[in-house]
């Protein structure tokens, strides 16, 4: 019989282990994602100052290179954002936002090669047009094939609403 005691009491141990661990997770997470939105926030805001200031100074075009810029590094933190988000509500890692990112980060590094002073090799811009191609694809094959949104009931929208037919409290 102690044996058995000494397994429950390892598992209690395990468990309370598992517990911690899951929660210091979560607290890091909410961290990581606080981090995320204060540096969008901040990225945003100086690229509008940024923008106003080589207008005065500079060309248009250059200005609104620069912007789209900073506003595609806003849109992958937001990205990121929303799969730390994800994490946290269905405690699994979630594909479509993370190809997003990439695919976001590709089409900032074709406007970063097309704007840039160097001439374009051929045999970049047909890798980084593949490469836009290859990302498209995951992410049509994910929204059809992802089992996490049948296995969890959790989709990219969030956790599906809870139906409780006897609750007189709605």
């Known amino acids: 019989m102690?044996?058995?005691?000494e397994e429950k009491e390892q598992s209690r141990?395990?468990?309370?282990?598992?517990?911690?661990?899951?929660?210091?997770?979560d607290v890091v997470s909410v961290m990581?994602?606080?981090?995320?939105a204060i540096l969008a926030a901040v990225v945003l805001i100086l690229g509008v100052v940024e923008f106003f200031r080589d207008i005065r100074h500079g060309s248009v075009e250059t200005a609104v290179v620069n912007l789209l810029n900073r506003v595609l590094l806003v849109?992958?933190?937001?990205?990121?954002?929303h799969t730390v988000v994800l994490s946290l509500r269905a405690h699994h890692l979630v594909a479509q936002p993370l190809l997003a990112v990439g695919l976001v980060a590709v089409i900032r590094k074709i406007l970063f090669v097309l704007s840039s002073?160097?001439?374009?090799?051929?045999?970049?811009?047909?890798?980084?047009?593949?490469?836009?191609?290859?990302f498209v694809l995951a992410l049509i094959l994910v929204s059809r094939f992802d089992p996490a949104e049948?296995?969890?009931?959790?989709?990219?929208?969030?956790?599906?609403?809870?139906?409780?037919?006897?609750?007189?409290?709605?």
């Open 75 to 81: 849109l992958i933190l937001v990205e990121i954002m």
């Open 2 to 5: 102690s044996g058995m005691s």
């Open 117 to 134: 002073e160097e001439p374009v090799s051929s045999t970049e811009l047909a890798l980084l047009i593949a490469m836009i191609g290859v």
């Open 32 to 36: 990581v994602g606080v981090m995320l």
């Open 150 to 170: 049948t296995d969890s009931g959790v989709s990219a929208a969030g956790p599906a609403p809870a139906f409780n037919a006897g609750s007189d409290d709605q």
């Open 13 to 25: 141990g395990i468990a309370g282990v598992i517990w911690a661990l899951e929660h210091a997770q």
